[in-house]
């Protein structure tokens, strides 16, 4: 009965090569985030989705693309990845948008060698 | 200037202290704090949620917003081993642009 899932836990791939990290909620929210985490624990949002539609693009490279093809999952593909692509990924979602009770996922753990 | 500091820390406590944490933010359209803890290699957990200026109680942890400073804190009492992790700061504005800022988290640790 877990909230927010996340698929894969961590994943090691090589520079250059293309991944997906794969988010579920099952709590009736509609909104989800993706952030980005990085070493020093500085949490970072990168998109949001409401219902489906895209509201917050933040400034990250156009080489991640989020897809929702329904209100329970956020997709996020990265092409091309790079070394500074390390991190954990962490996907959340809310009630509704910007709500400040977000339910955060386990996170996915990236590193791009 | 970040938009939130928060202290990294670390922070050691024996168990059974007043632990307090805190935060400040420049934005005055924030309107919203919350306390998220993460224990290592886990998600963000909601620990707290307060609306403007105030007090907040639950349990053995406390809120508080002073908006006038610019200031927000989380007591924690009694504090356990159980209790270490990092603690992360979050407000946002009212309106329909409502995203969430972090601070860079506050690392504690509880010593039995």
């Known amino acids: 009965d877990t909230a927010v899932s996340q698929t894969p836990k961590y994943l090691v791939t090589q520079m250059g090569n293309d991944k997906s990290i794969k988010c579920e909620q099952n709590?009736?929210?509609?909104?989800m985030y993706w952030y980005k985490q990085d070493s020093k624990k500085f949490l970072k949002i990168m998109f949001s989705?409401?219902?489906?539609?895209?509201?917050i693009n933040e400034t990250v490279p156009n080489r991640f693309s989020p897809k929702s093809p329904d209100k329970a999952h956020l997709n996020l593909h990265i092409n091309s990845l790079e070394l500074g692509d390390s991190a954990v990924y962490f996907c959340?979602?809310?009630?509704?948008f910007g709500g400040g009770e977000q339910f955060f996922g386990p996170g996915t753990r990236l590193t791009v060698l | 200037q970040k938009e939130v500091e928060q202290d990294p820390g670390p922070l050691s406590v024996p168990e059974g202290a007043i632990v307090s944490l805190n935060c400040t933010y420049s934005?005055?359209?924030?309107?919203?704090f919350m306390w998220y803890r993460q224990y290592s290699r886990k998600g963000p957990e909601l620990l707290m949620y307060?609306?403007?200026?105030g007090n907040k109680e639950d349990g053995r942890f406390t809120a508080q917003v002073d908006k006038s400073s610019k200031y927000i804190s989380l007591f924690i009492r009694d504090s356990q081993p159980s209790d270490s992790a990092t603690y992360l700061c979050?407000?946002?504005?009212?309106?329909?642009?409502?995203?969430?800022?972090f601070g860079s988290g506050t690392q504690l640790t509880v010593l039995p």
């Open positions: 979050a407000m946002s504005p009212s309106g329909s642009a409502r995203q969430l800022t």
């Open positions: 959340a979602s809310s009630p509704q």
């Open positions: 307060t609306y403007s200026s």
């Open positions: 989705y409401n219902n489906k539609e895209l509201i």
């Open positions: 934005n005055s359209a924030f309107q919203y």
């Open positions: 709590l009736g929210h509609d909104t």
